[in-house]
T-cell receptor, first 114, second 111 residues
């Protein structure tokens, strides 16, 4: 069974540009989460999808961040326009319905904003 | 708000036993998880405790005391490949599925 995959693995952009991160969860997992780790600090929750619906977006830092999960399969996280403080590692995780105590994480996308 | 405290670094030798502690403050409590992350890799689930007591999975065990808001991860028969960062994470009691992570403990296993 393939794990959670994320693309790209690294992205370097300039301040003010737009970047879109993609996450493909484990097949059949209804729950999809986005987290990020900034400047070596703790991993912080951004939002949670159940299928295509946003269940919890309380961790989204501001309206420059837009997450979508059309069709309830893969998800994208767009940052527009990117700021310096957005640099960090963005993780995606997924879990099956009925049991969300175990979240399976992807390898992350390292975003550097110059 | 919610917060978790865990030591920033721990060093041990191969074959030894190490315990990584985690204390938490949350709005309600649902469960405590532990994740391992090697440099550049994905956080990998290790264990989960919802009730008081010890959960054992091979060389790794995890303990929870809900009354003390405290848990620990116990790693036995340490191997060099256990060198990694270890994160405790809680799910609060509000019904949200989000995990709140500690800042991580970097374990260095020496020969």
């Amino acid at each position: 069974e393939a794990g959670v995959t994320q693309f790209p693995s690294h992205s370097v952009i300039e301040k003010g540009q737009t970047v879109t991160l993609r996450c493909d969860p484990i097949s059949g997992h209804d729950n999809l989460y986005w987290y990020r780790r900034v400047m070596g600090k703790e991993i912080k929750f951004l939002l949670h999808f159940v299928k295509e619906s946003k269940q919890d977006e309380s961790g989204m830092p501001n309206n420059r961040f837009l997450a979508e999960r059309t069709g309830g399969t893969y998800s994208t996280l767009k940052v527009q326009p990117a700021e310096l403080e957005d640099s960090g590692v963005y993780f995606c995780a997924s879990s099956p319905s009925g049991s969300t105590d175990t979240q399976y994480f992807g390898p992350g996308t390292r975003l550097t904003v110059l | 708000g919610q917060s978790l405290e865990q030591p920033s670094e721990v060093t041990a030798v191969e074959g030894a036993i190490v315990q990584i502690n985690c204390t938490y403050q949350t709005s309600g409590f649902y469960g405590l998880s532990w994740y391992q992350q090697h440099d550049g890799g994905a956080p990998t689930f290790l264990s989960y405790n919802a009730l008081d007591g010890l959960e054992e999975t091979g060389r790794f065990s995890s303990f929870l005391s809900r009354s003390d808001s405290y848990g620990y991860l116990l790693l036995q028969e340490l191997q060099m490949k256990d060198s990694a960062s270890y994160f405790c994470a809680v799910r609060d009691g509000t019904g949200r599925r989000a995990l709140t992570f500690g800042s991580g403990t970097r374990l260095q296993v020496q020969p």
